[in-house]
């Protein structure tokens, strides 16, 4: 009944969806997928709990198109072994990589993906002079009589997002293929055909936002073929189902599930070889893994003991996102920012503080906050450094990363100590002032003097901010988290209370047209 009733909400069927394949065991094939979910695992046990309640009327998958092991609490406390295990219990068919997965050491997320136990298939992640990608490009596997291949595409902006993970001593040691990597795809596309696949189903980790890197979901359906749909993640985007047509003028189906699973993506391909794709909210799905569930107890338990306890009261709710729901984070200033770069500021002493958008994770609402709630706040494993640089390169910073207003970008820097206009028409950024900590006034940035900015070390050693303070000479190294650093400014400096201070943003940042 389960089954019935989902496929009565199924999407249009696809262009994509010609007749050349006939599943011939007449029986329908269920694709169930999910993408940056980071950490938020209460989904896990739906996501397994629907795959076996559809098991019984057709042949079903479940597969991962990345951003699991961190963004969230669970993630952020046992360096991705809490996700991992809860993984592990639901027997996925295939995962591919998401560039959060390379917050870690390689050689640590090689011992993740080896726990979780599933095939792992990425076909543009490469050692340096390497001939074969460091994971198998793709695997098919067997629906009855049909052979369904399964791609994985990782984004090269990984490599600037994640740099660190990407050498060892100071040398590079792998790529992400980034200048051919639509055709390193199609490559993998054209092995899986010739070994039978008869669909072809790409694990994307691409999204559809323009980058630097000039590889995007869309882009690659439109510069191969051979694709019959891609299972897109990265841009948390919610996409029930879009149509791109190939090289050869033929439609590929793209979608994705949002993040958090706020949805499980369902792809059906009927016996008669249609596809269809639909969404479906997880909070409505009533199935549940009995075996999924207990590792999720049991990791919930184990975290307890350790995110229980109570930080502070907030009298104000902490934003990360808009009226519309977009990150702001991301392209202007928010409340929350404010207070994670006010922390940083004081617990470094340094002049100013800058936060990337995109390393502040999750809004709260007004009341107490735990420990858990700071760490699902601020997740990563990075800890608080202070550079020193000049006024100039603080303007070129400013410049860089506020290029790309109006649209989201996880390099925007949040700021503490620092005020200034960004113009998008001619991306200009000027009134850059500087707070003196003498006279607590604010003064006209000077770009020859030398000034001390604290902010995690992700964004200096490579990934934040376009890589700007990459060679900034770093002048104190904390062995503090950042979101200790959080947790000592909310007790020690606030003294337990978050007040109507932060109600709003502080006006730190002025974004004109």
Same mark, same amino acid.
């Given at each position: 009944?389960?089954? !019935? !009733?989902?496929?009565?909400?199924?999407?249009?069927?696809?262009?994509?969806?010609?007749?050349?394949?006939?599943?011939?065991?007449?029986?329908?094939?269920?694709?169930?997928?999910?993408?940056?979910?980071?950490?938020?695992?209460?989904?896990?046990?739906?996501?397994?709990?629907?795959?076996?309640?559809?098991?019984?009327?057709?042949?079903?998958?479940?597969?991962?198109?990345?951003?699991?092991?961190?963004?969230?609490?669970?993630?952020?406390?046992?360096?991705? =072994?809490?996700?991992?295990?809860?993984?592990?219990?639901?027997?996925?068919?295939?995962?591919?990589?998401?560039?959060?997965?390379?917050?870690?050491?390689?050689?640590?997320?090689?011992?993740?993906?080896?726990?979780?136990?599933?095939?792992?298939?990425?076909?543009?992640? @490469?050692?340096?002079?390497?001939?074969?990608?460091?994971?198998?490009?793709?695997? +098919?596997?067997?629906?009855?009589?049909?052979?369904?291949?399964?791609?994985?595409?990782?984004?090269?902006?990984?490599?600037?997002?994640?740099?660190?993970?990407?050498?060892?001593?100071?040398?590079?040691?792998?790529?992400?293929?980034?200048?051919?990597?639509?055709?390193?795809?199609?490559?993998?596309?054209?092995?899986?055909?010739?070994?039978?696949?008869?669909?072809?189903?790409?694990?994307?980790?691409?999204?559809?936002?323009?980058? #630097?890197?000039?590889?995007?979901?869309?882009?690659?359906?439109?510069?191969?073929?051979?694709?019959?749909?891609?299972?897109?993640?990265?841009?948390?985007?919610?996409?029930?189902?879009?149509?791109?047509?190939?090289?050869?003028? =033929?439609?590929?189906?793209?979608?994705?599930?949002?993040?958090?699973?706020?949805?499980?993506?369902?792809?059906?391909?009927?016996?008669?070889?249609?596809?269809?794709? #639909?969404?479906?909210?997880?909070?409505? +799905?009533?199935?549940?893994?009995?075996?999924?569930?207990?590792?999720?107890?049991?990791?919930? =338990?184990?975290?307890?003991?350790?995110?229980?306890?109570?930080?502070?009261?907030?009298?104000?709710?902490?934003?990360?996102?808009?009226?519309?729901?977009?990150?702001?984070?991301?392209?202007?200033?928010?409340?929350?920012?404010?207070?994670?770069?006010? !922390?940083?500021?004081?617990? !470094?002493?340094?002049?100013?503080?800058?936060?990337?958008?995109?390393?502040?994770?999750?809004?709260?609402?007004?009341?107490?906050?735990?420990?858990?709630?700071?760490?699902?706040?601020?997740? @990563?494993?990075?800890?608080?450094?202070?550079?020193?640089?000049?006024?100039?390169?603080?303007?070129?910073?400013?410049?860089?990363?506020?290029?790309?207003?109006?649209?989201?970008?996880?390099?925007?820097?949040?700021?503490?100590?620092?005020?200034?206009?960004?113009?998008?028409?001619?991306?200009?950024?000027?009134?850059?002032?500087?707070?003196?900590?003498?006279?607590?006034?604010?003064?006209?940035?000077?770009?020859?003097?030398?000034?001390?900015?604290?902010? +995690?070390?992700?964004?200096?050693?490579?990934?934040?901010?376009?890589?700007?303070?990459?060679?900034?000479?770093?002048?104190?190294?904390?062995?503090?988290?950042?979101?200790?650093?959080?947790?000592?400014?909310?007790?020690?400096?606030?003294?337990?209370? +978050?007040?109507?201070?932060?109600?709003?943003?502080?006006?730190?940042?002025?974004?004109?047209?």
């Amino acid at each position: 009944m389960l089954f !019935a !009733a989902l496929v009565l909400i199924v999407a249009q069927p696809s262009l994509a969806a010609s007749k050349k394949c006939k599943n011939s065991a007449k029986q329908s094939i269920v694709i169930l997928y999910e993408n940056d979910v980071h950490c938020a695992i209460d989904g896990y046990q739906k996501l397994a709990g629907l795959r076996d309640a559809i098991a019984d009327t057709a042949f079903v998958a479940v597969v991962s198109s990345g951003d699991y092991v961190q963004g969230g609490t669970a993630g952020a406390i046992s360096r991705g =072994q809490y996700v991992a295990d809860i993984m592990r219990t639901v027997d996925y068919d295939a995962i591919a990589l998401g560039n959060h997965e390379f917050d870690y050491p390689v050689t640590h997320v090689a011992k993740l993906l080896k726990h979780i136990g599933a095939p792992v298939v990425c076909a543009n992640f @490469y050692a340096i002079g390497g001939k074969k990608p460091i994971y198998a490009p793709y695997i +098919i596997k067997k629906f009855g009589k049909t052979k369904i291949a399964f791609v994985g595409a990782l984004t090269p902006t990984a490599f600037y997002t994640e740099t660190s993970a990407f050498f060892i001593n100071d040398k590079q040691v792998y790529h992400l293929c980034e200048k051919d990597c639509y055709e390193v795809i199609q490559a993998a596309v054209n092995k899986a055909r010739k070994q039978g696949a008869q669909y072809v189903v790409i694990l994307s980790h691409l999204g559809e936002d323009p980058n #630097q890197t000039n590889v995007e979901s869309h882009g690659l359906a439109a510069n191969t073929s051979g694709i019959d749909i891609i299972l897109d993640g990265h841009t948390h985007s919610v996409i029930p189902h879009d149509t791109v047509l190939n090289k050869l003028g =033929q439609p590929v189906i793209i979608t994705e599930t949002g993040t958090k699973f706020i949805n499980i993506g369902k792809l059906l391909i009927t016996p008669d070889g249609r596809l269809t794709t #639909q969404l479906l909210p997880t909070k409505e +799905i009533t199935a549940v893994s009995p075996r999924v569930k207990e590792a999720t107890d049991e990791v919930k =338990q184990q975290m307890n003991e350790l995110t229980q306890r109570v930080v502070c009261h907030s009298d104000v709710r902490l934003r990360i996102l808009n009226a519309q729901g977009k990150q702001q984070v991301r392209m202007g200033e928010t409340n929350l920012g404010d207070l994670v770069c006010d !922390a940083y500021r004081a617990y !470094a002493g340094a002049d100013i503080a800058l936060a990337n958008g995109g390393g502040i994770r999750t809004e709260k609402h007004a009341g107490d906050l735990t420990y858990g709630d700071i760490a699902d706040i601020l997740p @990563y494993d990075n800890n608080l450094w202070v550079v020193e640089v000049t006024g100039a390169t603080i303007k070129e910073l400013l410049r860089k990363n506020c290029y790309n207003l109006p649209v989201e970008d996880g390099s925007f820097p949040q700021v503490s100590g620092l005020r200034f206009t960004a113009r998008i028409s001619d991306h200009s950024v000027f009134d850059i002032e500087v707070l003196n900590k003498e006279t607590n006034q604010y003064e006209p940035l000077d770009e020859n003097k030398l000034y001390t900015i604290a902010t +995690i070390d992700y964004c200096i050693t490579g990934g934040g901010f376009y890589d700007v303070l990459k060679n900034a000479k770093v002048v104190k190294r904390f062995d503090i988290l950042y979101r200790d650093a959080l947790v000592h400014f909310l007790e020690k400096d606030l003294g337990g209370r +978050i007040s109507n201070d932060y109600l709003e943003p502080q006006g730190r940042i002025k974004i004109i047209p």
